[in-house]
């Protein structure tokens, strides 16, 4: 059974057994998810991996209660289709005082987990996907507030831009800004960069935005200039995500009506006026359907990153140099 992330209020523990959070919005499933367990006792979590390599042990230990006490939460990270085969075991169990809590990243519509869950009445589903500008915007604004801290809404927007549509980010990033302001010192923009490594974070969006637009000299230029490390290929893997994401659907538009200013221009989220002709070259150079191919690509590429880490600059390097130089609007 599918549910809105914002109707988790329906969810009843001592009914709803088992329960799948699904997508790339962490900070949001953290939220739900925290809401779901508050005030349980006995929560038990355990990683997908150690799960399946002794699985034999795990389902004799959730059978004969020796794992747990009367009221018991599972909570299983990370997890993929590998894990179904587990799950339906366990149902087979039919164990009342057991409730199984599965946290699963991106699962495409042919997933079989996800498909499974959707699917049964005794199950529930809920995707997680990345909040939008106007949410953080707000989420941004009124921890401010809250907090007394004075910023600009140009600098809060500083801010969103770095958290690619995930709140676990921006709340990370509220958080090292609390702490600076609790020192007494002023929260100037020249700090706020600086306490937030927007310059840093500036290169991987430059970088992202060259590739989409095809400018393969000045897309060469700043891998040269910069030193991106293993934890940067993630990073880089969510930028490429969230941008084409969003080429996808102004392309999608421009396919129809063939006016680009008009696009542009109508774009939710409005798209800064130094972002303009950028994205009009992305438009240009990305038709729907390579952008959904890219998409897929990204996604295969971020699973291989996580794979091969100490790999991970030649994987990211070699698909940038592929995308920037290769002709896909035709």
């Known amino acids: 059974m599918i549910l809105k992330f914002f109707e988790t209020g329906k969810i009843n523990l001592n009914q709803d057994k ?6 790339q919005n962490e ?35 959730v059978n004969s209660n020796s794992l747990f006490e009367n009221e018991k939460i599972i909570l299983i990270k990370r997890a993929t289709d590998k894990i179904i085969k587990i799950i339906k075991e366990i149902i087979e169990l ?23 869950f959707e699917k049964d009445k005794k199950c529930i589903c809920i995707a997680f996907y990345p909040d939008n500008e106007q949410t953080l915007s707000v989420l941004a604004n009124t921890f401010f507030k809250n907090k007394r801290i004075s910023l600009s809404q140009s600098n809060i927007n500083l801010i969103i831009n770095k958290c690619n549509g995930d709140r676990q980010i921006l709340t990370n990033e509220l958080k090292k800004i609390e702490f600076f302001c609790k020192k007494g010192k002023k929260l100037t923009t020249e700090n706020l960069i600086k306490i937030v490594n927007l310059a840093e974070d500036h290169n991987i969006s430059q970088l992202v935005d060259c590739c ?31 941008k084409s994401k969003k080429i996808l659907k102004l392309s999608s538009l421009y ?12 774009a939710k989220p409005p798209i800064f006026w130094k972002d303009k002709e950028i994205t009009k070259q992305q438009i240009y150079n990305w038709k729907p359907k390579n952008i959904k191919n ?37």
């Open 18 to 23: 088992l329960i799948l959070l699904y997508g």
């Open 27 to 61: 900070g949001l499933k953290n939220d739900v998810l925290n809401n779901l367990v508050k005030n349980k006792k006995n929560i038990f979590k355990f990683e997908e991996k150690e799960i399946i390599d002794n699985s034999n042990y795990f389902l004799e230990e």
């Open 94 to 116: 039919n164990l009342d005082n057991v409730n199984i809590i599965i946290n699963a990243e991106n699962l495409e519509k042919r997933s079989k987990l996800r498909s499974f």
């Open 212 to 242: 989409l637009a095809k400018n393969e000299k000045k897309t060469i230029n700043i891998l040269n200039e910069n030193n991106f490390d293993n934890e940067d290929c993630i990073m880089i893997t969510r930028v490429f995500l969230n």
């Open 255 to 266: 396919e129809k009506n063939k006016n680009i200013d008009l696009v542009i221009s109508e």
């Open 294 to 330: 890219l998409i897929y690509k990204i996604n295969d590429i971020e699973f291989s990153i996580k794979k091969n880490l100490n790999n991970s600059i030649k994987i990211i390097t070699d698909f940038i140099l592929e995308q920037c130089s290769t002709k896909t609007n035709n």
